[in-house]
């Protein structure tokens, strides 16, 4: 197996040579290494440098390098698996040219941790975290960390999927990217409380192919009634943009739109309690400078509108709604700032490039759009009298 030497963060290692020219490249190698999950990485290896956990296990590791650079940058004791045998023998060959604190172990990962437990366990699966979620739920003693690959079942596109992987409805709406993180983080929620166990999410974001969630595990049955109270539903109108919010049920109670009359859909259960732990990010933000991160700049802003953003369970894509009122879209920051001119907590977000983080009702922000076309339309008739 033809190998070359990487280095991702401040950490060196060998990983197989891929076919840069499929379309696919890490699965043209016989070992998978997925240069484009450097960001994630980046992240969980600065997260796990604020919070030290007293070990790590990188369950489904490949060329093990998450585990490695937990170990060789955040100074955590790592143990670092997989179920193929060309994988273990790399990751170690790895380890022993890094040193450190790492176990390797061939094991499927459900069947480890059935048998150990982890204070912070990492599920970095290809595709669905849902078959591991179970054994993790147990085998996680303070913290664990997952990310899903299977947008489209978990956004609504491929709908059968996301029902009979995450048991929940799915929807592909605007706002599709917060619906797919926050039914994957139901899923973990749904999981944990049936150990009489609860989550407080840490960091959670969506990126391009993926979410990923890092939640603190709070081993109390208060702690899990706690977060039962957190799941709920999205009542999308049928006939409009219109949604509502529905925490604490598990069975979504009928609803009208009371914009149009019609009938709401149920969007869930998906978790709708906080994302973020604010303090921790703002942890991370300030140690970024001094880490070595080929991601530096995303992770920076990434941060920065994660600090901003309001805890609602949707955003709003201005666009979308300039195009159902057949009316041009504002500028976004003249937008932002009338919201909260008016009162309305408003920030830009990650998940969208036109989407936007209020408290503001649907109304008011169609109303702050007709004002806005009306304005400009009036500006521009007073320059044509002018001329």
């Known amino acids: ?17 891929q076919d840069e020219t499929t379309q696919f490249p890490p699965g043209s190698a016989p070992v998978f290494y997925n240069t484009r999950m450097e960001f994630n ?45 060309r994988a273990v023998r790399i990751i170690e060959e790895n380890a022993k040219k890094l040193g450190g604190n790492i176990t390797v172990t061939c094991d499927d990962a459900n069947r480890l941790m059935c048998t150990s437990r982890f204070d912070a366990i990492d599920l970095d699966p290809f595709g669905t975290p849902i078959p591991f979620l179970d054994a993790a739920s147990r085998a996680a003693k303070h913290y664990l960390f997952v990310t899903a690959t299977d947008t489209a079942p978990l956004c609504g596109a491929h709908f059968k999927a996301g029902c009979r992987r995450y048991f929940a409805t799915p929807k592909n709406t605007e706002y599709h990217a917060e ?34 969630s890092h939640v603190r595990v709070l081993n109390k049955v208060t702690a899990a009634e706690e977060t039962m109270a957190q799941i709920g539903f999205v009542m999308q109108c049928t006939k409009c943009l219109y949604r509502a919010e529905q925490k604490g049920s598990l069975l979504p109670k009928s ?6 009359g019609a009938e709401t859909e149920p969007i869930g259960p998906l978790w709708m309690g906080p994302l ?10 300030s140690l970024l400078p001094e880490m070595e991160f080929g991601t530096k700049k995303q992770m920076d802003k990434m941060l920065s509108f994660l600090l901003a953003e309001p805890e609602t369970c949707t955003f709003y894509d201005y666009h979308f709604i300039s195009r159902s009122m057949k009316v041009s879209p504002p ?40 004002l806005w076309n009306e304005k400009e339309f009036s500006d521009v008739v007073a320059d044509v009298h002018l001329a």
């Not at 609803?255 to 149009?260: A, K, L, Q």
Request: net charge negative; glycine share 6%.
């Open 331 to 370: 500028k976004i920051e003249e937008l932002i700032e009338n919201l909260n001119k008016a009162g309305y907590y408003t920030t830009r977000t990650h998940f969208c490039v036109t989407g936007l983080k209020t408290t503001a009702p649907l109304p008011v922000i169609e109303e702050m759009i007709r």
């Open 179 to 212: 619906v797919g993180l926050r039914i994957m983080m139901g899923a973990i929620a749904r999981e944990l409380v049936k150990y009489d166990r609860g989550m407080a999410p840490i960091l959670s974001f969506a990126k391009s192919h993926y979410f990923r």
């Open 41 to 85: 990485r980046d992240m969980t290896v600065l997260l796990a440098k604020c919070i030290q956990p007293e070990d790590y296990l990188d369950s489904m590791a490949a060329t093990g390098v998450r585990g490695l650079r937990i170990s060789n940058e955040a100074g955590i004791p790592v143990t670092i698996n997989d179920r193929d045998e």
């Open 1 to 17: 197996m033809e190998c070359r030497e990487i280095t991702e963060g401040s950490t060196t290692f060998t990983a197989p040579v």
């Open 255 to 260: 609803h009208v739109c009371p914009i149009c």
């Open 276 to 285: 973020q732990e604010k303090g921790v990010l703002t942890e991370m933000q």
